[in-house]
Each structure stands twice: as structure tokens, then as C-alpha cells.
């Protein structure tokens, strides 16, 4: 959006930065076909006419009927850079708590969790009468309790540490060895674009949470992208040194 006159890095912005967004459109954001059909229309619109930035936006959102504001300001209107970190991770039981695993009453400073080691637990009460009206059916609580019971609960903290807005590619790791992938779409940071709070439960334990491990939204720390903490793996550079 920069005229090139005034451009710094002038490849960087003009071709590899809008490509890098394009792919992650098509790969990400839309899939593979929502975003050909849009693009061939876009093509099929403004064969051997004069497109600017604004016409190829606004087909492609009106094509895909998808709302893609959120996409064109981070990508192309800012300076923004992807970096989504998983601040910490805090694993919850059903139940009461054993006496083991009672806290003492003098109140203290909550510290980021480190492993899936520290278990907090939380009941399930009844639902109060007054909750219900004329044309509310009723729940059943202890069949809501017996089916959460053997569940594993995770709240994760999310931050956007870059600015610009993503949806977040999620894969658990649990203790069979299993792995299961989930994606939140960017509509979670519609409300707070800094932080945002999401709860998982499932049958197994999970050993390992990791945000877009196949690296397809160009976030620019990895080193925060997954719970517990792993190794840094060294750069290509850092490997040839030491040999």
C-alpha cells in the first residue's frame, strides 16, 4: 500500500510478504477450494480491466462469502507480524479435590504452570430453579456429572505477542501416542485482539500442546508455541558452526 518510491525492502513487501498472505489465505484461512472458485471469479471480473487492491478485497470476501476485513488490515495495512504464544495451560478434574491436593488458606500469587503435574479440580452444582422458564426444557445435572467425570479439562492462555490476528492450529499429544488436530478460527480475538481463553476436555491425558506445528501462519517465535516448553532448535546456522 506503500508507493514504491517510498519502499524499503522493496522485494520483501511488493512480492514475498503479499505471497506469504495469499497462501495462508488459500491454506488457513479459506481451504484449498473456497479459494480457487473465489480467485477464478475475481479473474473472470476484472479480465483486461485496471484492479486495484480494494477490487481484488472486496471480490474475493463477496466471492467466498467469508468476512475477510480482519485479513487485508493485518496483512497488507500494518506492520503487524504473526507471533501467537501459549502462555500457559491449566489442568482441571471433576471433583472435589483429594486432601493431598488442598491448598492452604492464606491466599497466594497464581505462577504460569510449567507441566500437566499440578491438577486443579472444580464441581459441578445443581441448576437452580430460577433458571428455568415456560418455555426452557430441563437438564438432567447428575448425567451432565457422570459423563464429565472421567473428562480432562485444559484452559489455555492464548496471547497475540504480534499484532496481527490468525487462526490458531491446535494439535494435542496424549499419552496413547494419539495426536489430534484442532483450528480455532480468527473470530476467538474478536473481542480482546491481545488475549483469549479457550477450554478442551478429553478421555485421555494430554502430554504436549502445540500451536501450528506445521508451520503454516508464519509465526515468527516458535520458541512459545508449545506447552510443556521444549528445546530451541538450533537455526541451520548455529548447526554449521558446530561443525
Known amino acids: 500500500m506503500t508507493g514504491s518510491e517510498q519502499l524499503i525492502q522493496f522485494g520483501n513487501n511488493a512480492y514475498n510478504k503479499p505471497a506469504t498472505a495469499l497462501e495462508i489465505l488459500r491454506g488457513v484461512v479459506l481451504g484449498d477450494e473456497l479459494f480457487r472458485a473465489a480467485f477464478r471469479t475475481y479473474a473472470q471480473r476484472w479480465a483486461f480491466k485496471h ?48 486432601q493431598s491436593a488442598m491448598q492452604s488458606a492464606a491466599p497466594v500469587a497464581e505462577e504460569p504452570s510449567e507441566d500437566f503435574e499440578e491438577v486443579h479440580y472444580f464441581t459441578i452444582t445443581d441448576t437452580p430453579e430460577n433458571y428455568y422458564w415456560e418455555f426452557l426444557a430441563r437438564v438432567d445435572d447428575q448425567q451432565i456429572i457422570d459423563q464429565l467425570s472421567n473428562k480432562h479439562f485444559y484452559e489455555l492462555h492464548l496471547r497475540n505477542k504480534g499484532g496481527l490476528v490468525m487462526p490458531i492450529i491446535l494439535e494435542f499429544s496424549f499419552k496413547s501416542g494419539k495426536k489430534e488436530r484442532i483450528q480455532i478460527p480468527a473470530e476467538i480475538w474478536r473481542y480482546n485482539e491481545q488475549k483469549a481463553h479457550k477450554v478442551f476436555y478429553f478421555d485421555e491425558e494430554v502430554v504436549q500442546i502445540q500451536i501450528d506445528p506445521d508451520r503454516l501462519t508464519a509465526d515468527t517465535d516458535t520458541e512459545n508455541n508449545s506447552f510443556p516448553k521444549s528445546e530451541r532448535e538450533k537455526s541451520r546456522f548455529e548447526k554449521f558452526k558446530q561443525k
Open 51 to 98: 484492479p486495484k487492491p480494494s477490487d481484488f478485497f472486496r471480490t474475493m470476501e463477496d466471492a467466498s462469502a467469508t468476512d475477510l476485513e480482519w485479513f487485508w488490515r493485518g496483512w497488507f495495512y500494518t506492520v503487524d507480524h504473526v507471533d501467537i504464544a501459549l502462555e500457559d495451560v491449566k489442568y482441571y478434574k471433576v471433583g472435589p479435590a483429594p
